[in-house]
């Protein structure tokens, strides 16, 4: 029989005629990692979610966090933060359903202010977009005047209306190197401590961790040579691997390729074989020649690579559920459609000014 991709196996699961026909195509690919008795239950979710979409021309956009049965039954488009917010900018659906957590909807309603954006999950947050504001941000330019602000995408919009240029975890040292080619000696990198660390690594620029600006605090940028200014904003999964996790493995299984998601400790990446945004570890798990690998990143993710690469092995190691992406579900998502709830507004003013930075952030890419 030939094998089917991701893609493929949706539409054959949308094109299905009965829940029946839904459960023995989502059974193909996802026996491993999810219990046939959960499938069962699920594909009849999956199957008024699809049918409700076409009638309601309504486009799904799921992370590479979701849960397996949702990330491969019922998602139209399926990526890292970087994808989807390319792929929400053209579309063209009445209803974006974006099961993510709260500020990739945003991301949605800034690139799509005439179209309707509904979150599945009400109080799908982020430690990560929760540990600084607008307001932070005006105070750290009061502090650094005429320094550009990076704000990380895994931010809420009142930081990116705040914000320069808006970058991912794929694109972030090219845009800290776009605005050094433009003659800036500083960069403001908000708000990923670690992340702003392996860019500093990356780029070879040093980094500096000013304590919390007050409005009346004041810097002098005309005095610093060419420097990162960070903040100390951690994502709660990516913070909990430790070096001690690689070095058990790899005294156990050391042939095993480490690959690292660079919201981990700078130790941890240097530690790993590789770092890289969630596409770019999909891809290199795809292309590797090693019998085995090991995910440090959200473990969701790692069951939909394994369901998509049944022939390498992956270590069920070190993995972390982010609480907020565990809120989404595929009840709530048809909820969500059902119902039209829970839908993403913001005020005009904020998403003019936010999608300037994430324009910029596109035409970088």
Same mark, same amino acid.
């Given at each position: 029989?030939?094998? %089917?991709?991701?893609? +493929?196996?949706?539409?054959?699961?949308?094109?299905?005629?009965?829940?029946?026909?839904?459960?023995?195509?989502?059974?193909?690919? %996802? *026996?491993?990692?999810?219990?046939?008795?959960?499938?069962?239950?699920?594909?009849?979710?999956?199957? #008024?979610?699809?049918? !409700?979409?076409? +009638?309601? @021309?309504?486009?799904?956009?799921?992370?590479?966090?979701?849960?397996?049965?949702?990330?491969?039954?019922?998602?139209?488009?399926?990526?890292?933060?970087?994808?989807?917010?390319?792929?929400?900018?053209?579309?063209?659906?009445?209803?974006?359903?974006?099961?993510?957590?709260?500020?990739?909807?945003? =991301?949605?309603?800034?690139?799509?202010?005439?179209?309707?954006?509904?979150?599945?999950?009400?109080?799908?947050?982020?430690? !990560?977009?929760?540990?600084?504001?607008? +307001?932070?941000?005006? @105070?750290?330019?009061?502090?650094?005047?005429?320094?550009?602000?990076?704000?990380?995408?895994?931010?809420?919009?009142?930081?990116?209306?705040?914000?320069?240029?808006?970058?991912?975890?794929?694109?972030?040292?090219?845009?800290?190197?776009?605005?050094?080619?433009?003659?800036?000696?500083?960069?403001?990198?908000?708000?990923?401590?670690?992340?702003?660390?392996?860019?500093?690594?990356?780029?070879?620029?040093?980094?500096?961790?000013?304590? #919390?600006?007050?409005?009346?605090?004041?810097?002098?940028?005309?005095?610093?040579?060419?420097?990162?200014?960070?903040?100390?904003?951690?994502?709660?999964?990516?913070?909990?691997?430790?070096?001690?996790?690689?070095?058990?493995?790899?005294?156990?299984?050391?042939? =095993?390729?480490?690959?690292?998601?660079?919201?981990?400790?700078?130790?941890?990446?240097?530690?790993?074989?590789?770092?890289?945004?969630?596409?770019?570890?999909?891809?290199?798990?795809?292309?590797?020649?090693?019998?085995?690998?090991?995910? !440090? =990143?959200? *473990?969701?993710?790692?069951?939909?690579?394994?369901?998509?690469?049944?022939?390498?092995?992956?270590?069920?190691?070190?993995?972390?559920?982010?609480?907020?992406?565990?809120?989404?579900?595929?009840?709530?998502?048809?909820?969500? !459609?059902?119902?039209?709830?829970?839908?993403?507004?913001?005020?005009?003013?904020?998403?003019?000014?936010?999608?300037?930075?994430?324009?910029?952030?596109?035409?970088?890419?």
């Amino acid at each position: 029989m030939m094998k %089917l991709n991701t893609a +493929e196996e949706i539409r054959a699961i949308e094109n299905a005629d009965s829940p029946e026909e839904v459960y023995e195509l989502m059974k193909a690919r %996802l *026996c491993k990692v999810v219990p046939e008795f959960e499938l069962f239950y699920k594909a009849e979710l999956a199957f #008024k979610i699809n049918k !409700l979409k076409k +009638e309601l @021309n309504a486009v799904i956009l799921a992370h590479n966090y979701m849960e397996p049965a949702l990330y491969h039954s019922v998602s139209d488009f399926r990526g890292d933060s970087l994808e989807l917010a390319r792929i929400s900018a053209k579309s063209d659906a009445d209803i974006i359903i974006f099961c993510g957590v709260k500020f990739m909807a945003e =991301t949605a309603k800034i690139l799509n202010p005439s179209r309707k954006v509904l979150l599945p999950a009400l109080k799908a947050g982020c430690s !990560l977009a929760e540990s600084i504001t607008g +307001e932070d941000v005006r @105070n750290l330019r009061k502090q650094f005047p005429g320094v550009p602000v990076v704000s990380y995408v895994n931010t809420y919009a009142d930081v990116k209306a705040e914000t320069d240029i808006c970058c991912t975890s794929s694109n972030a040292a090219a845009v800290v190197q776009y605005l050094a080619g433009q003659g800036h000696k500083q960069v403001i990198f908000l708000p990923d401590e670690y992340l702003a660390k392996n860019v500093a690594v990356e780029t070879g620029m040093p980094i500096i961790f000013p304590s #919390k600006p007050s409005a009346d605090a004041k810097g002098d940028p005309a005095n610093m040579q060419r420097v990162i200014i960070g903040w100390h904003g951690r994502c709660e999964v990516h913070e909990k691997f430790t070096v001690d996790d690689i070095k058990n493995v790899r005294r156990q299984f050391p042939d =095993t390729v480490v690959l690292a998601h660079p919201e981990c400790s700078p130790e941890v990446v240097a530690a790993s074989d590789f770092s890289g945004s969630t596409r770019a570890m999909i891809d290199y798990v795809k292309n590797i020649a090693a019998p085995r690998y090991l995910l !440090l =990143t959200e *473990c969701a993710m790692g069951d939909n690579v394994a369901a998509e690469n049944p022939e390498r092995e992956m270590l069920r190691l070190c993995s972390v559920r982010c609480p907020h992406m565990n809120l989404i579900t595929l009840e709530d998502t048809l909820a969500a !459609l059902e119902k039209k709830q829970y839908e993403i507004t913001l005020p005009e003013d904020i998403i003019a000014r936010a999608r300037k930075s994430l324009d910029r952030m596109l035409e970088i890419g």
